[in-house]
């Protein structure tokens, strides 16, 4: 069914993904998770999922289409979840954004949005493994969620920004501190390095959220509970947030925004905790899903 939300038609119970069939891991296939059932492939009509939301609400109708009457559906058995979009022209993380963590790392609030950007090359998904440089011995986790923009657009005005985005999924903001924090503050050399920012496993449809300003979300190392807050400690909202960057620069389908993290972070920790290797990081959020990532040394 459909349902109409500020005057436009939204698609219901849509999850989206990019998976390999493990018989051909080379690659990567646009699909529809239908949960406890499989995988529907879309591959034959998109070549990835970043060309997949640029076809808008006609793609949308297809995969929803395809999850009420699959045809080939594929066993969860077969396929390996890969991040959901691995080639967005943006990755725009926002620091400071949950009042909690502000105040143990201490510093304000501050009056608009701090942010950052990390690259492609930065993104894995679920299962793959985050690479600890040698240039780094501070290495911290962030569970966040990520909004996942699904129009092209600039100036959007608060009241219509859920109109551009077309769901939501997990993220890791893999940090290294003593780069962030080195001379300078550079947070992009600490923030952007290679499998720095896990995504997934799924892109969930905006409808299918209750209440995105209210699910909870947690980091666990080795199975301790270092995060665990509620993104209604969100000092700017999901809809400000598009706003805000929007009049910055334009967005386009596919785009990634990263939209802080609670309390627990390790380096706000006495004694810190860093991530290191043969250590096993999952983030996870409620209606969301979890990214389960193996943590090694770089070898190099």
């Known amino acids: 069914y459909q349902r109409r939300v500020r005057g436009s038609f939204l698609l219901a119970m849509v999850r ?3 998976f390999s069939k493990r018989s051909d891991d080379s690659k990567k296939r646009v699909g529809v998770l239908v949960p406890g059932k499989g995988v529907v492939d879309l591959s034959d009509d998109y070549t990835d999922m970043r060309q997949f939301l640029e076809k808008g609400d006609e793609a949308l109708a ?41 105040l143990e790392s201490n510093m304000q609030i501050p009056p608009e949005p701090v942010f950052f950007s990390k690259y492609p090359s930065s993104i ?13 011995k501070e290495v911290d986790y962030e569970v966040e969620l990520v909004i996942i923009i699904g129009k092209r657009a600039k100036r959007i005005k608060v009241e219509d920004a859920y109109n551009y985005i077309v769901g939501y999924t997990v993220g890791h903001d893999v940090s290294a501190r003593d780069l962030q924090f080195a001379e300078g503050k550079q947070w992009v050399k600490g923030k952007a390095l290679d499998t720095f920012a896990p995504i997934g496993p799924a892109i ?22 270092l995060q665990n807050s509620s993104t209604n400690q969100l000092a700017f909202n999901v809809p400000q947030l598009v706003s805000y960057l929007s009049k910055l620069f334009t967005l386009a389908p596919g785009d990634v925004i990263f939209t802080g993290t609670p309390p627990g972070v390790g380096f706000a920790r006495k004694p810190p905790i860093f991530l290191k290797d043969g250590d096993v990081a999952v983030v996870e959020i409620d209606e969301l899903g979890k990214l389960t990532n193996p943590c090694k040394n770089e070898v190099v």
């Open 16 to 18: 989206l993904i990019t």
């Open 62 to 102: 297809k995969a929803k289409a395809a999850a009420e009457h699959p045809k080939h559906l594929l066993s969860l058995e077969d396929v390996v979840i890969k991040a959901p979009i691995y080639n967005p022209e943006k990755v725009v993380c926002i620091g400071l954004n949950y009042k909690d963590h502000a």
């Open 124 to 136: 894995i998904g679920d299962g793959d493994t985050i690479l600890l440089p040698p240039e780094s």
């Open 204 to 225: 969930v449809t905006k409808d299918e959220i209750k209440d995105v300003h209210n699910l909870g979300l947690r980091c666990i190392v080795n199975g301790k509970v």
